[in-house]
């Protein structure tokens, strides 16, 4: 009769124990998808914001061809200085999309007080 005690106990203690592994497995699981999925959405933000570059720098090249074809397109810069100003946008595009692909801006916005 007393073996049997012991061995209920035993087998009572391995349920109770594998029951909490069991649970610890479960909350990790849950941790780790709920990372991932942040993962993922800061990756399809990243890839939108690349996408969105992308337009931008084909608005500013349009903007070039365009102050190309006027009619004194170098009178018009001498005074507006569009080629410099279109070339500083396309440049800080360019920068700000090589942040972006390294991870600099991963989608949170820190609210400065």
Known sequence: MLKIIKTEKIIFSFVLCF??????????????NVELKEQNIKIEDKNKEIKQIAKIKKVLEQADKLHADLQYPMVV????RVWDKINDAYTGL????EQVKK???????????
Do not use: A, R, S
């Not at 810069?77 to 507006?80: F, L, P, Q």
């Not at 991870?103 to 007080?113: E, F, L, N, R, V």
């Open 19 to 32: 029951g909490l592994f069991l649970w610890y497995l479960q909350e990790e699981n849950e941790i780790l």
């Open 77 to 80: 810069d001498t005074v507006t």
């Open 94 to 97: 360019i920068n700000y999309e």
């Open 103 to 113: 991870g600099k801006y991963d989608g949170t916005i820190d609210m400065d007080d």
